[in-house]
Nanobody
Framework: QVQLIESGGGLAQAGGSLRLSCVAS????????MGWFRQAPGKQREFVAH????????NYGDSVKGRFTISRDNAKNTVYLQMTNLKSEDAAVYYC????????????????WGQGTQVTVSS
């Protein structure tokens, strides 16, 4: 049974930072492309970032480029999302994702989803 357990969400001030973590189990983490998506109320789920199996390649959604950093620790089966210079529009539920491939970051390429963690940004 695959589980993706996110943590680290919460309330941050605009301009502040948060780091999300996602611990994976039940899959071969070191051979799995991992990513983050987010969904704000009334909006479609949006690609945030993903990272290749060895951590060398990363890709980001346009709205977070230069502010968010994805990383992974294969020894800990964990993927991280460091979020800096947070904006009100970053408020959403953030989902950890295990993807079938390192591609354009489409929801259709996600094999497994986490349960989500809420990020709230106060201005």
């Amino acid at each position: 049974q695959v589980q993706l357990i996110e943590s680290g969400g919460g309330l941050a001030q605009a301009g502040g930072s948060l780091r999300l973590s996602c611990v994976a189990s039940g899959l071969t983490f070191s051979k799995t492309t991992m990513g983050w998506f987010r969904q704000a109320p009334g909006k479609q789920r949006e690609f945030v970032a993903h990272i290749s199996v060895n951590g060398i390649y990363t890709n980001y959604g346009d709205s977070v480029k230069g502010r968010f950093t994805i990383s992974r620790d294969n020894a800990k089966n964990t993927v991280y999302l460091q979020m800096t210079n947070l904006k009100s529009e970053d408020a959403a539920v953030y989902y950890c994702a295990a993807l079938r491939l390192y591609g354009p970051g489409r929801s259709e390429d996600v094999r497994y989803w986490g349960q989500g963690t809420q990020v709230t940004v106060s201005s």
